[in-house]
Structure formats: C-alpha cells, structure tokens
C-alpha cells in the first residue's frame, strides 16, 4: 500500500468536498477541507499538506490567487496542485498551469483518474524529496572541500596592503586562482590562474598549484623555477584539454622592478601612476600543463618600476561579460576604464563597477570573474616577511660544519640557495629570521657570482636603462661560463642559551674595493650598490677578507639586536 498523505481539498461546494474526502479517505489518506480561496492558503500554512485539491472558482479569493500563494509558501519543498474545475476551454486550462497548477482534474470526478493522480504526484514528491536530501549532502561536501581548499590556496599574504583582488565565482567552487606570497628576501611573488571550465572540476587543479607555489617560495626557489614545477605537475596530473592560463609576478621592493610572465591570459595592464599611461603585458608563453617540461621555456619581461606603479591581472571572464543584447564587455570598454580614470587608487573598484553596470541585473554571467591589482610600495611599508616555518621537529643540529662547492656547470643553470637555506634552518632558533637569513645569502652569492665570477661592475645599475642592461650581460655571461666558481662554507656552534652561525662566501674573481662602497653615501633612487650596506645590518659581524674575494658574516640567536 503506498504511503498514507495529507491532502487538502477546497472548493466551494458543499456536496464535491464530502465525495472528494470520501475518496481520499477510502484510498488511505488523511484530508483537511477549506471552502473558499483564503481558508485553502491558511488550512495549507497550519497543516502543511503533501497534495493540495483546488477548486478553480472559489469566493473570497479564486483559485488561481490561492494557487500563487500557497506556492510562495511552500517555497522549495514540491506540493503539487491539482485544480479541480468544470472550465473546458483551452485559455481556461492553461491559466490553471499558469497560476501555479501542476495538473487539473475536470467534473464530475473520476474515482479512478484522481486515484492514479495522486499516486503519481506521490511518486514526484519522494523523488523530490530524495534529490533534495541528495544536494543538500553534496553541498556539505562540497563546503567542507571549499574550506579546505581556502585554507590552502590562502595561506599567503593576500591580505598584505599593496594587493587589491575580487574572486566572483558561477558556483561554490571557482576555476579561477589569486595566490600572492612574500619572498625570503623581502619581495613578492603574485599569481592569477584561470583553469579552463569552472566549478569544482576547475578548481581541482589549484590545490597542488598552490602547494608549490607557497612551499618554494617560502624556500627561496626563483620565479622560473617555481613556474617550471607548476607546469611540469600540472601536465601529469590534468586530463586532456584541462589547463591553466595565468601570470605570475615577481616583484622587488628594493630595487623597484619585477619581472613577468604571461601564459595565455588576455592582455594585462601595468599602469604608470606618475605619467598614467598603461603598457599592456602581453602573452608570449602558453598556459602551464600544456607543454612537457623540456619544451616548457618561460620568456619574461623586467620592469623598473616607480613607486605607486600597479599591476592589473584578470582572467578572461571579465572581458567575455556580457549584457542582455548578448554584446560582450571586450578589452575597449576596459581600456576606456582606465583612461578615464583619474585617481589610480580608484581603478580597482572602477573596473569592478564598470563590469557590473554593463552586465547589468539580466545580463550573462557564463565564467568567473577575477581582477587583482598589485601596487609597488616602499619594502618599509610591508615590513619584513613573515614565513612560517612548516617543520615539525623541535630540535635540530647544533655543532656542524658544510662546505658546498659550485662550479662553472653548475652555476650557469643551479640555485643554490633554497638548498642552503633549508640546511640552516634546520637549526631550530634561526627558523624565525628565516627571511633575513635569505636575504644575507642572496646578497654574498649574488656578488661572488656577478662581481666575482663574472667581473660585472655595479656601475651599470646607475638608471633605469643600465638596470635592464646589467641583468642582459649578467645573462650572456653565463651562457659563456666556461671557468670559475663559488664555495660556501657554512658553520654553526651552540653558545649557552643559542647558536652562532658563520657565513663564509669565495669566489675565484679579482675581488673589489669594497670598503669604499659600504662607506661611501648613497640616495634613495641609485639602483646599485645597495647590497653591502644592507648585509651589515642585517649581520652581527661582516668582513671582507684577502683581496675582497672573500667574505665572512656571522649571525648569533637568539636575536641580540634587531634585525
């Protein structure tokens, strides 16, 4: 026997409510009864019945009214309405669909048709019943994935005062990616993905995308590096014609610069503050997990960069926007945004608005919508970066000694220093200066290489132009490395309550006059010679020894005085 339902009846007669209830009571079912329009909407809003019985033609309040309402009521739970109506006419059957019925049953009644009804909307309803309970679990799931997902995908310093973003994803989940981290050295890396699709198949992708981004960031791995591993990772794990278009930014607060690259987005915008002018950033790379790893050769742009310069990245659903003629919002209308503009702090919100305001409240929303802007500011304003260190141990060595030696075939194409840094912060007390660390071995490897090995003067970096010229020579001269080498040795002793670690960088250049460069005066806007100066405050002691080929820094924890 199928399931026992409450059913409301209402109509106005007399006589049709006593054969209606006695039908539905001879099959089983429980019935309420109303005789007019507003007694059905209010029996309905005190019993809740599962099918409602209704009269077309009614006092009071008519069917159709009643139907209306006792829909806006039920809100997303299905309570079918069968009206009940003596009208033949096609206009009349069609206005009973019209107002809410879902099926109509003409007079006089037929026992066995009204039977047959009511077992078939039953049927609907525990359907219905079934997929809500369905949806309702996968949206649980689908939750708990997200706050894993964001609890991934934003550990970085997205909230960090020189970036501006806005995710507006179709559904729960968003095929579009914004990651943003500071570097051990006190710069930043940026990153807007769009995955091709949307949803959770096109947000899967950027759990291990973000994994590496912020674990080799936080080890001081470089831009290529790091882009290298993204594609290589994603192009085994992605199906087919599964991939991610993006840019990522890597961007220096010291030396006012950053370097870009560009795999499939549309054309994104650097805005100039001081001139207002925009160059486009252009894609000259395809979007990572296409190519396999050895045809994967990421080509870069530099930029020297003043200081209220700021990036804008979008995916491309923001110029694939459109209204309700079904015209989409295209890369003019979001040029014209910013030539209009006249405050540049007022471009982020304007472009949003503008986007807005021509989609408009009927518009088409077919694919995520992303916009992220990050500005160049002082490295005084951000502070110091503030890595943390994912390590478990709560010891690590304390008496040892390394010495790594790199030579011409290896420094043409090795980074040594995410390895050296992951050696040193092993010892638990100088995990917190991890960043200063970075910055420290960063700077004495990049002179050995460059000044020593090399034989580049500094002198070059005096103006924007020479700054770029500078990193083309540093470039063809390693492409000609043939001789040469850089050893790092590396000590560390345990004193009472810490450690000393000793810092020793050689290389088999001609060495320089490095005193007269740490002493002499410097402004602000010179572009070379800031290094030295910085290593001496970030060291406990600093020496340069023999010809200046050799260099020793020592740092005691815990920390004595500020770093």
């Known amino acids: ?207 291990p995308l973000a994994e590496i981004f912020y674990g080799m960031t936080g080890k001081g791995f470089n831009i290529e590096e790091i882009l290298r591993e993204i594609n290589q990772k994603l192009r085994k794990i992605l199906p087919t014609g599964v991939f991610c278009c993006g840019s990522m ?21 650097l805005y100039h503050s001081g001139n207002k002018e925009i160059t486009e950033l252009i894609s000259k790379n395809l979007p990572l997990g296409v190519l396999d790893s050895k045809s994967f050769k990421p080509v870069f742009e530099e930029y020297s ?9 979008w995916s491309d659903g923001i110029i694939e926007s459109r209204n309700v003629e079904g015209e989409m919002f295209g890369e003019d209308r979001l040029r014209d945004v910013f030539y209009k503009c006249q405050e540049p702090e007022e471009l982020f919100q304007q472009t949003l608005s503008a986007v807005d305001e021509f989609i408009g409240v009927e518009g088409v929303r077919d ?10 500011v002082e490295h005084a304003e951000l502070g110091e970066s503030n890595l943390q260190n994912m390590k478990g141990t709560s010891v690590g060595p304390m008496d040892w000694e390394l010495e790594f030696v790199l030579k011409a075939a290896t420094l043409k194409l090795y980074n040594p220093l995410p390895l050296v840094l992951h050696i040193v912060t092993e010892v638990e007390g100088l995990r917190s200066v991890s960043g200063q660390l970075y910055t420290l071995l960063a700077e004495l490897f990049s002179n050995a290489l460059e000044h020593g090995v090399l034989n580049l003067s500094s002198e070059l970096k005096k103006s924007t132009a020479g700054f770029a010229e500078y990193y083309q020579a540093r470039t063809k001269a390693l492409e000609q490395l043939s001789e040469g080498e850089v050893k790092v040795t590396l000590r560390h002793k345990p004193l009472n309550l810490g450690g000393l670690l000793t810092i020793r960088m050689e290389d088999t250049g001609n060495g320089f006059d490095h005193e007269s460069i740490i002493n002499r005066s410097r402004t602000n806007k010179e572009y070379s010679g800031r290094g030295l100066p ?18 020793e820094a020592t740092i005691q924890w815990p920390v004595v005085k500020k770093i």
């Open 367 to 376: 694919d995520d919508i992303t916009v992220l802007e990050a500005k160049m």
């Open 305 to 313: 960069l003043d200081i209220g310069d700021r990036f804008f990245l």
């Open 249 to 269: 930014i890597d961007m220096d607060f010291y030396e006012k610069s950053a370097k870009v690259w560009v795999g499939g987005l549309p054309n994104c915008f």
């Open 1 to 207: 026997m199928s399931k026992s339902l409450k059913i409301l009846i209402a109509d106005d007669n007399d006589s049709d409510r006593l054969i209606l209830t006695a039908i539905v009571k001879k099959e089983g079912h429980e019935s309420v009864t109303a005789a007019n329009g507003q007694e059905a909407v209010d029996m309905y809003k005190e019993h809740k019945p599962d099918i409602v019985l209704l009269d077309a033609l009614m006092p009071v309040m008519d069917g159709f009214n009643a139907a209306r309402l006792i829909k806006e009521a039920s809100g997303e739970d299905l309570v079918p309405i069968i009206f009940l109506t003596s009208l033949q006419d096609a206009a009349s059957l069609a206005k009973c669909l019209d107002s809410g019925g879902d099926d109509f049953l003409s007079k006089p009644y037929n026992r066995i048709i009204l039977k047959a009804k009511i077992n078939a909307f039953s049927r609907m309803r525990t359907m219905h019943s079934a997929i809500q309970e369905h949806n309702k679990q996968l949206l649980l799931e689908q939750q708990v994935a997200k706050t894993i997902f964001d609890n991934v995908a934003h550990l970085g310093c997205l909230d960090a005062g020189n970036l501006k973003y806005s995710l507006s994803p179709l559904a729960v989940f968003n095929g579009d990616t914004v990651l943003a981290e500071r570097k051990p050295d006190g710069g930043m890396y940026v990153f807007l993905g769009d995955f091709t699709g949307h949803g959770l198949p096109a947000a899967v992708g950027s759990l």
């Open 534 to 551: 910085l290593i001496s405050k970030i060291c406990d002691s600093f020496a340069y020894k023999g010809k200046g080929n050799i260099v």
